[in-house]
C-alpha cells in the first residue's frame, strides 16, 4: 500500500507571494483612500442672450427675451439649502460705446436707438457692471437639484426716430455678466454681487445679437382747400392747401391727385345745388403745371437723411365760369403717396 505524498511548498515562494499580495491589497485601499475632485457651488449661462424686435417704425418698438442662468445644490455632502443672490450686467455693445443710449446699426452709416431693461415699463435700465442700478434675483436651492433662473430683459427702439428703411439694423459684441453670491441663510451678501455669505464668482456670457428693421412706410395728410365765400365768378378764384409727407430718412416718393367726384371734359369739378363749379389743382405758383396721378403729372421729392415731414403747397383755382346758384359746393379728391 502506497504511502500518502506530501507535496513541500518552499517557505520562501510562500511568502513571496503572501507579501505580494498584501501590496497589491495595500495599493487597492490607498487608491480607494484618494479624495474626488471636489464640484464649488456655482452659476453660469445656459446658451447666449439675444433679441429681435422685427419691424419698428417712427413710433418705437419693443421686444423681450431671456437670459437662462442654473445654480447648483450644495456638492458637500451637508444636504444644505443655498440661497443664491444672482446680478447681471450687459455692456455696450460694437456700436453703443460712449453713446448716450445702445444703438444698432445698417453698417451704412445709419444707427437705431434702443435700450434694455429689467422691467416692462422700460424704467430700470441694464448697463455695465458698477452701473448704478443692479439687475438681481435671487433664488432657494433646495439639496440636489440644480434650479434654473429667468432673467427676463425686455428692449425698446425709441420713438420719434426716422431713418433709412433699405438695411437690417444689428448691434453685436455685447457682453454679458453674472456675478453670484451664496449662503444658507438669505439677504446676507451685498446688493451688486460681490461680497458676503459663504462664496460666490463671476461668469460671462455672449450675445447672439440685437437686431431690428425700420419699417418702409410712409404716412400723408392733407387740409382742405376753401376757396372762401366767393361772389358770380366772374374771374378767377385761388386758394392754397398743404400735403405733409412722412417718411424714412433718404425716401424718394411722388405725390398724385385723382380727379376727385365730379370730373367732366378735363375739368374737376365741386358740386353742389344740383350744379358744378369748375376747379383745378396745381403744382406750382404761376398754375400752369396741372396736378394729376399719372408718372408726369404728380409732385416728385424726397425725405431728407433726418427724416424730417415736407410740406407740399397745393395751387387751387377757381376759373372765371357762367354764375351758379348760391350755396355749399365741395369735392372730394384722393392723395395718393407712391414711395
Same mark, same amino acid.
Given at each position: 500500500?502506497? #504511502?500518502?505524498r ?11 507571494? !503572501? ?10 485601499a ?10 464649488? @457651488?456655482?452659476?453660469y ?12 417704425? #417712427? ?5 423681450? *427675451? ?12 451637508? =444636504?444644505?439649502t ?23 446699426? =445698417? ?29 438681481q434675483?435671487e ?28 438695411? @437690417? ?10 456675478r ?37 412706410? !410712409?404716412?400723408v395728410?392733407?387740409?382742405d ?47 353742389? @345745388? ?8 396745381? #403744382?406750382?405758383?404761376? #398754375? ?28 387751387? @383755382?377757381? *376759373? ?14 384722393v ?5
Amino acid at each position: 500500500m502506497d #504511502r500518502p505524498r506530501r507535496v513541500a511548498v518552499p517557505l520562501k515562494w510562500f511568502r513571496a507571494r !503572501c507579501r505580494h499580495d498584501w501590496v497589491c491589497l495595500l495599493v487597492l485601499a490607498l487608491l480607494a483612500l484618494i479624495p474626488q475632485p471636489g464640484r464649488a @457651488q456655482s452659476c453660469y449661462v445656459s446658451g447666449s442672450f439675444g433679441m429681435n424686435f422685427g419691424a419698428v417704425t #417712427r413710433n418705437g418698438g419693443s421686444s423681450s *427675451s431671456d437670459v437662462d442662468i442654473e445654480c447648483s445644490p450644495d456638492y458637500t455632502g451637508a =444636504n444644505r439649502t443655498f440661497y443664491y443672490r444672482v446680478c447681471m450686467y450687459m455692456g455696450p455693445g460694437a456700436s453703443s460705446a460712449g453713446q448716450p443710449t445702445r444703438r444698432m446699426t =445698417n453698417y451704412n452709416g445709419s444707427y437705431l436707438n434702443y435700450d434694455l431693461f429689467a422691467d416692462p415699463a422700460h424704467t430700470q435700465l441694464i448697463g455695465d457692471v458698477g452701473s448704478t442700478f443692479n439687475y438681481q434675483v435671487e433664488s432657494v436651492v433646495p439639496p440636489g437639484a440644480v434650479v434654473a433662473l429667468h432673467d427676463f430683459v425686455y428692449g425698446l427702439v425709441y420713438p420719434n426716430q426716422s431713418v433709412p428703411a433699405s438695411y @437690417q439694423y444689428q448691434e453685436v459684441g455685447i457682453l454679458g455678466t453674472v456675478r453670484y453670491r451664496y449662503n444658507t441663510v438669505s439677504g446676507s451678501t451685498s446688493p451688486d454681487c460681490s461680497s458676503g455669505g459663504l462664496g460666490g464668482g463671476t461668469t460671462t456670457f455672449n450675445t447672439s445679437g440685437v437686431l431690428a428693421t425700420f419699417e418702409n412706410s !410712409c404716412t400723408v395728410t392733407a387740409t382742405d382747400l376753401d376757396f372762401g365765400q366767393v361772389s358770380t365768378p366772374t374771374q378767377a378764384v385761388n386758394g392754397l392747401s398743404t400735403i405733409l409727407v412722412q417718411c424714412p430718412a433718404n425716401t424718394t416718393w411722388q405725390v398724385g391727385l385723382d380727379n376727385g367726384l365730379n370730373y367732366n371734359a378735363g375739368l374737376r369739378r365741386m358740386s353742389g @345745388q344740383g350744379n358744378f363749379v369748375s376747379y383745378q389743382l396745381y #403744382r406750382d405758383a404761376s #398754375r400752369t403745371q396741372v396736378w394729376g396721378n399719372t408718372p408726369d403729372a404728380m409732385s416728385t421729392g424726397a425725405t431728407d437723411a433726418s427724416g424730417n415731414p415736407v410740406d407740399i403747397t397745393v395751387y387751387g @383755382q377757381v *376759373s372765371a365760369q357762367p354764375d351758379a346758384p348760391a350755396g355749399q359746393y365741395a369735392d372730394t379728391v384722393v392723395v395718393t403717396l407712391y414711395y
